[in-house]
């Protein structure tokens, strides 16, 4: 069983920067594949970022390629998810998740963090 805590949105300008941090309980963080998505109002919710257990495959969404970047630190049970050039088309409650398997589906899911950008 994962925990996730999703930590660091707010409001920001257009333009401006925001981290994400997802914190994660439990001994066995390591072996989880991350990722993190997003969902705006009324939409569905979207695929942002991905990244491997071991951190050397990262996955990116062409709308935020570029802009965003996925880490993780294990020692820290934390993935993160660096916001720059932030949009007003990137408001969304962001959410990260956990995967037990390769390319399989998300086992774990934290409650999402706000992330509101004005123009």
């Known amino acids: 069983q994962v925990q996730l805590v999703e930590s660091g949105g707010g409001l920001v300008q257009a333009g401006g920067s925001l981290r994400l941090s997802c914190a994660a309980s439990?001994?066995?963080?390591?072996?989880?594949?991350m990722g993190w998505f997003r969902q705006a109002p009324g939409k569905e919710r979207k695929f942002v970022a991905a990244i491997s257990w071991s951190g050397g495959s990262t996955y990116y969404a062409d709308s935020v390629k570029g802009r965003f970047t996925i880490s993780r630190d294990n020692a820290k049970n934390t993935v993160y998810l660096q916001m720059n050039g932030l949009k007003d088309e990137d408001t969304a409650v962001y959410y990260c998740?956990?995967?037990?398997?390769?390319?399989?589906?998300?086992?774990?899911w934290g409650q999402g963090t706000q992330v509101t950008v004005s123009s």
């Open positions: 439990g001994r066995t963080f390591s072996r989880y594949d």
């Open positions: 998740a956990a995967s037990s398997v390769t390319s399989g589906p998300y086992d774990y």
